[in-house]
């Protein structure tokens, strides 16, 4: 029986990257010890630092992008836009695991230790908040990745991953129940809740958590637990902080950007040079706009041959993980589904008057007026479509919402993702499994 050895072992040697000689003293209990509040920073920046790009890689299964076979690096993305997780070539790209778990051996080592040797002050307040915070999101977003989609009736049996909170380099690697791990994240929220000194992280260094990145995080992990009413109150509270929305008929600065007045996280490497390099807008997402009267068209796509590359990616100035409009979105879906139209219609208008030409809101105005709930809903569901095109959220709202059927065409050959297919929970990887037959 394999242990989590190997990915510990991993994760203490790339403690090199912190670039302080001390930190590669090995302490006799075979751990690696700093010990003051600039220390710690620098292991939760390197933490930061390497959360890994899967959120691109989603975008890969889903109805966002195609696959363009005549890049280079066709070989190693076209399974993972075929679906194919298991048998998968060498040459495919594997979904991140180890890196999960580098992250999060950093995250315990700030938690565990950095808890009892740094001393007290704001600073460590901040560090261990972030800390916790950021354990939430890696978990959040690997039972995400690797399990069924919430369901309070099923949650508590159904497979999640597991979880380890101590830095124990004879820790067995099992996994734990969907619910055990949605009780971790809101274990670790709550912590992060009651440390957090910073309301929002200034331009630059908004990578790191703050208290309106922290309600952004539990806004939307009660919206995928359909927890409507925690899902107003988190996103109300974070707009509260910071409600900013980016005026496309002024800036032509896409709203993602890590500048943007709408950013509140900008982590994520959402969609990354390497995925924008081998995709292409696919049909059905680009006839979801009015190219004459959305703004967004213009920022997020750009014309190649008949074709149109996504724009809104591929560098580091893209980064994102939480931003306004979002707030915004959950605000009105959970108003929806407590009952409340006309309320969650306002809302979303609040966005939509800021991405559409004035005569484009108007009619967006007429055409929102008249909807039913249902109607409205789906409205949400394919302006989340549009809003967040490439940004890693796409994959886990058809996920959540309809599960709906995907063509893909690779190589020529039609390859179908079916409607409700068990292959929209993407298996552990094959090197995981390898190396642990308890997974």
Same mark, same amino acid.
């Given at each position: 029986? *394999?242990?989590?050895?190997?990915?510990?072992?991993?994760?203490?040697?790339?403690?090199?990257?912190?670039?302080?000689?001390? $930190?590669?003293?090995?302490?006799?209990?075979?751990?690696?010890?700093?010990?003051?509040?600039?220390?710690? &920073?620098?292991?939760?920046?390197?933490?930061?630092?390497?959360?890994?790009?899967? *959120?691109?890689?989603?975008?890969? &299964?889903?109805?966002? !992008?195609?696959?363009?076979?005549?890049?280079?690096? $066709?070989?190693?993305?076209?399974?993972?836009? %075929?679906?194919?997780?298991?048998?998968?070539?060498?040459?495919?790209?594997?979904?991140?695991?180890?890196?999960?778990?580098?992250?999060? $051996? =950093?995250?315990?080592?700030?938690?565990?230790?950095?808890?009892?040797?740094?001393?007290?002050?704001?600073?460590?307040?901040?560090?261990?908040?972030?800390?916790?915070?950021?354990?939430?999101?890696?978990?959040?977003? %690997?039972?995400?990745?690797?399990?069924?989609?919430?369901?309070?009736?099923?949650? +508590?049996?159904?497979?999640?991953?597991?979880?380890?909170?101590?830095?124990?380099?004879?820790?067995?690697?099992?996994?734990?129940?969907?619910?055990?791990?949605?009780?971790?994240?809101?274990?670790?929220? #709550?912590?992060?809740?009651?440390?957090?000194?910073?309301?929002?992280?200034?331009?630059?260094?908004?990578?790191?958590? +703050?208290?309106?990145?922290?309600?952004?995080?539990?806004?939307?992990?009660?919206?995928?637990?359909?927890?409507?009413?925690?899902?107003?109150?988190?996103?109300?509270?974070?707009?509260?902080?910071?409600?900013?929305?980016?005026?496309? @008929?002024?800036? @032509?600065?896409?709203?993602?950007?890590?500048?943007?007045?709408?950013?509140?996280?900008?982590?994520?490497?959402?969609?990354?040079?390497?995925?924008?390099?081998?995709?292409?807008?696919?049909?059905?997402?680009?006839?979801?706009?009015?190219?004459?009267?959305?703004?967004?068209?213009?920022?997020?796509?750009?014309?190649?041959?008949?074709?149109?590359?996504?724009?809104?990616?591929?560098?580091?100035?893209?980064?994102?993980?939480?931003?306004?409009?979002?707030?915004?979105?959950?605000?009105?879906? #959970?108003?929806?589904?407590?009952?409340?139209?006309?309320?969650?219609?306002?809302?979303?208008?609040?966005?939509?008057?800021?991405? =559409?030409?004035?005569?484009?809101? !108007?009619?967006?105005?007429?055409?929102?007026?008249?909807?039913?709930?249902?109607?409205?809903?789906?409205?949400?569901?394919?302006?989340?479509?549009?809003?967040?095109?490439?940004?890693?959220?796409?994959?886990?709202?058809?996920?959540?919402?309809?599960?709906?059927?995907?063509?893909?065409?690779?190589?020529?050959?039609?390859?179908?993702?079916?409607?409700?297919?068990?292959?929209?929970?993407?298996?552990?990887?094959?090197?995981?499994?390898?190396?642990?037959?308890?997974?």
């Amino acid at each position: 029986m *394999r242990k989590i050895t190997t990915f510990i072992a991993l994760a203490v040697i790339s403690f090199t990257s912190i670039g302080c000689d001390r $930190f590669l003293d090995i302490q006799p209990e075979g751990k690696v010890i700093p010990t003051t509040v600039d220390d710690y &920073r620098k292991v939760l920046t390197s933490a930061y630092s390497k959360y890994p790009s899967h *959120r691109a890689l989603t975008a890969l &299964r889903t109805d966002e !992008v195609n696959i363009d076979e005549n890049t280079s690096d $066709f070989i190693s993305y076209r399974e993972i836009a %075929m679906w194919k997780d298991s048998n998968t070539d060498q040459a495919t790209t594997e979904f991140p695991w180890v890196s999960f778990y580098s992250v999060v $051996f =950093y995250l315990n080592q700030i938690i565990n230790e950095g808890s009892k040797t740094m001393a007290e002050s704001p600073e460590k307040q901040q560090i261990l908040a972030e800390a916790y915070a950021l354990r939430a999101y890696t978990y959040f977003d %690997m039972v995400n990745l690797y399990a069924k989609p919430y369901n309070s009736a099923t949650a +508590s049996t159904d497979r999640g991953i597991p979880i380890t909170l101590d830095i124990d380099l004879e820790q067995v690697l099992k996994p734990s129940t969907v619910q055990e791990v949605y009780s971790q994240v809101h274990a670790d929220m #709550a912590k992060a809740e009651g440390l957090m000194v910073e309301q929002k992280q200034a331009t630059g260094i908004n990578y790191r958590f +703050s208290k309106a990145a922290l309600l952004a995080l539990e806004a939307r992990t009660a919206l995928y637990e359909g927890e409507w009413n925690k899902a107003l109150s988190y996103s109300e509270q974070a707009l509260a902080i910071k409600s900013d929305i980016s005026n496309l @008929n002024t800036v @032509n600065t896409a709203p993602n950007h890590y500048a943007s007045p709408e950013s509140i996280l900008a982590l994520d490497n959402a969609f990354n040079s390497s995925v924008q390099n081998l995709s292409f807008a696919s049909a059905e997402l680009l006839s979801k706009y009015n190219s004459t009267t959305d703004k967004r068209f213009g920022l997020y796509f750009e014309k190649s041959g008949n074709k149109y590359k996504v724009i809104k990616g591929g560098s580091s100035d893209f980064r994102v993980s939480f931003r306004t409009s979002e707030l915004y979105f959950i605000k009105s879906e #959970a108003l929806v589904k407590l009952n409340k139209p006309d309320e969650a219609k306002q809302e979303l208008l609040k966005v939509l008057k800021n991405r =559409y030409t004035p005569d484009g809101y !108007v009619s967006v105005q007429n055409q929102v007026a008249p909807m039913n709930t249902a109607e409205f809903m789906n409205f949400i569901l394919d302006e989340r479509f549009r809003e967040f095109a490439a940004e890693g959220q796409r994959w886990f709202d058809l996920r959540r919402a309809n599960q709906k059927k995907i063509t893909h065409t690779v190589n020529g050959q039609e390859y179908i993702l079916q409607q409700n297919d068990v292959r929209y929970t993407i298996e552990y990887p094959m090197s995981a499994k390898k190396n642990n037959p308890n997974l």
